[in-house]
Each structure stands twice: as C-alpha cells, then as structure tokens.
C-alpha cells in the first residue's frame, strides 16, 4: 500500500491548485480518503475526507475543516486511481505540508506519503 502526493508549490493569495493523491496497492474508491495538513509550529490538521466505501449512497460523500469548506473540493478518479483536492481561494493561512492517507478496515494501519508543500503568499 502506497500513496504519493504531489501538486504543491507557491500560489499567491486567492489563487488556486490542485493536489493529487496516487495510490498503488489498494483502490481509492473502495476505501475513505483523508487529506491532512500541518503548518509549521502547529498540530496536524484533517481537512478533507472523502466517502469510496460504504456503497452507492454514501460513495463520494466529503466532508471539510471549517477553515476550508467552501473553498476546498475532494474527489476521486476510479480511472487513475487518485484522489484530488482541489483548493480555490487560497489564502496565506493555508501554507502548509498536505498529506494523503486512506481509512479502511481491509489495511489497518497508517500508511503516509511524503507530502506536498503549499505555500500561499504574494
């Protein structure tokens, strides 16, 4: 099992980017996908989770932060087995190291790639 994200980089303020999230080892729309963030100097924080388990009615249901809701969306690709989060609205209040991970009772454990750098700044 593996995830490897990318997408990162620098953005100014009120722009937006798109994060990707592989997976090898394990189907993205068979399992819930979290997408997590730290700040320097603060504790990891869950952004975005989105639903592939749980059959068709709950499939591809997302919840979000607080802070991102509005201006972050979540989705899965079943083709290319990866998840998305595509961020709007950036603010500098983003800058953070992303990273991906997956929930399911089937791999039980943690499994972390090595995350992606954004950084929101003029």
């Known amino acids: 099992v593996h995830v490897a994200e990318s997408g990162g980089g620098l953005v100014q303020p009120g722009g937006s980017l798109l994060l990707s999230c592989a997976a090898s080892g394990f189907t993205v729309t068979r399992v819930d996908m979290l997408w997590y963030r730290q700040a320097p100097g603060k504790e990891r924080e869950l952004v975005a989770q989105?639903?592939?388990?749980?059959?068709?009615?709950?499939?591809?249901?997302?919840t979000y932060a607080d802070s991102v809701r509005g201006r972050f969306t979540s989705s899965l690709d079943n083709a290319k087995n990866i998840a998305y989060l595509h961020m709007n609205h950036l603010k500098p209040e983003d800058t953070a190291d992303y990273c991906c991970t997956l929930r399911s009772p089937v791999f039980p454990g943690d499994y972390w790639g090595q995350g992606t750098r954004v950084t929101v700044s003029s």
């Open positions: 989105i639903r592939g388990s749980g059959g068709p009615t709950i499939y591809g249901r997302a």
